[in-house]
Nanobody
Framework: VQLQASGGGLVQAGGSLTLSCVGSGFTFSGYTIGWFRQAPGKEREFVSS????????VYGDSVKGRFVVSRENAKNTVSLRLNSLKPGDTAVYYC???????????????????WGQGTQVTVSS
């Protein structure tokens, strides 16, 4: 199982970015995908989770209404659109996967068994 996160970069406050998570080595459509982030000196924080079919999505309180998660199983890809970015969104963003049943999402870091390497997002004020 491999997950590759990409799309991070430097953006001004108010701007947008789209992160991608590409999976390989497993049946992507059978896994819930989660996004987490970790800022320096802070614990890893839940950002979003999407069910294996893409029908159920949940967001952390700090990003609700600004970030949008989606997936395209035919391309083994989950995308996270980051809108209205704030300096407080600066962090390394990680995607993670867990084998799941239909409609399942998860917000606890301990629920995920496989992790990507992370992509840096920096928001300047």
């Amino acid at each position: 199982v491999q997950l590759q996160a990409s799309g991070g970069g430097l953006v001004q406050a108010g701007g947008s970015l789209t992160l991608s998570c590409v999976g390989s080595g497993f049946t992507f459509s059978g896994y819930t995908i989660g996004w987490f982030r970790q800022a320096p000196g802070k614990e890893r924080e839940f950002v979003s989770s999407i069910s294996r079919g893409g029908t159920v999505k949940v967001y952390g309180d700090s990003v609700k209404g600004r970030f949008v998660v989606s997936r395209e199983n035919a391309k083994n890809t989950v995308s996270l659109r980051l809108n209205s970015l704030k300096p407080g969104d600066t962090a390394v963003y990680y995607c993670a996967a867990r084998s799941s049943v239909t409609g399942e999402v998860a917000s606890d870091i301990r629920d995920y068994t496989h992790w990507g390497q992370g992509t840096q997002v920096t928001v300047s004020s």
